[in-house]
């Protein structure tokens, strides 16, 4: 896929909207210092040619009681055409899902309210696919850290900027103009309150109330884009960390520093999982190698041992369990 540049203005466009993606062409104008048709305009073009794919809320599940359960499956006896098929089936019912190069060919989160409903799902689905599976790997994913894109801009030393999702898991009750809030923000985070009004049948007073008090609550934590990075040039790899019997003062260390690399945008934690878990993008292997290199010459007591895997495509992004 070819690579589109950015100008300058771009970036800071793309940097402005990832960790506040309902932030109006107003706001993002001042920050970038364009006028607010200008500004307009350029965001409508990211659109336009596929950077930006779409803009979602993110909603820490564990405060809706909601399970969120990974799945790496590789496939065998399954030509293009249906793995194809099979990578349909699944976007239909995960929440994230990608088509990965290495140990695993399809790898995926799929948000259950209990492990019965999980199931139902994976029995279903292992009817009608189970032939065409050669290995499965199942994870309950615990928490996670979504860090700044700030390999969108290197230079920008600032990373404090993250949301963590399950630092304080407690069940907190909503109700259908809630669930219907998040649904549409899970699907377009940058609709006014005004147009989710007219689609949830409320005045735009009581949605943006709603919008506040979800906020408030930490079930809501922020709003992101949908990027294709490939065209930014980027690959995008998981790092799977074995970590010598380490303390928890230890993975505060190790998270901290890995923190402060702009090109790391996700570490994750799952009961089944790794040790230590993280996603970042790099321009190439080599760059990936350096950085795995750099963190055994860092933490050599540490570290046992570092696996990794490329996405190859991101098919979809959500964090709140809408099928379509």
Known sequence: M?????????????LALD??????????????????????????R???KGIIKSYYAVIDHTKLGLKLYRIGLKLENAGKEKEQEILAYLTQRASWIVSALGTWDIWMAVYAKNEYEFMEFWNKFYT????????????????????????????????????????????????????????????NARQTSLELAKKIKQTERIIRYRIRRLEEQKIILGYRTFLNTSLLGLKYYKLFIQLKNVKSKDFAIIRNYVTQNP???????????????????FHDSQALFAFIVELKETFPAFIRSIQHM?????HKVTYYPIFS
């Open 46 to 48: 990211l659109e336009k």
């Open 128 to 187: 009608e696919y189970g032939y065409f599976i050669k290995q499965r790997w199942i994870s309950l994913m615990t928490a996670f850290w979504n860090f700044e894109r700030s390999f969108i801009l290197p230079q920008k030393k600032n990373r404090d900027k993250m949301f963590i999702l399950g630092k304080k898991p407690a069940r907190t009750k909503i109700d259908e103009i809630d669930e219907k809030i998040l649904q549409q923000l899970t699907r």
């Open 263 to 281: 090109a790391v945008v996700y570490n994750t934690v799952a009961l089944g999982g790794y040790d230590f878990e993280l996603e970042a993008h």
């Open 310 to 314: 490329e996405y190859i495509k991101e």
């Open 19 to 44: 960790m506040d993606a309902r932030k109006p062409d107003s706001s993002i104008a001042k920050v970038v210092r364009l006028s607010k048709q200008v500004t307009n305009y350029r965001i409508r």
């Open 2 to 14: 070819e690579k589109i540049n950015l100008d300058l203005k771009d970036k800071n466009i793309l």
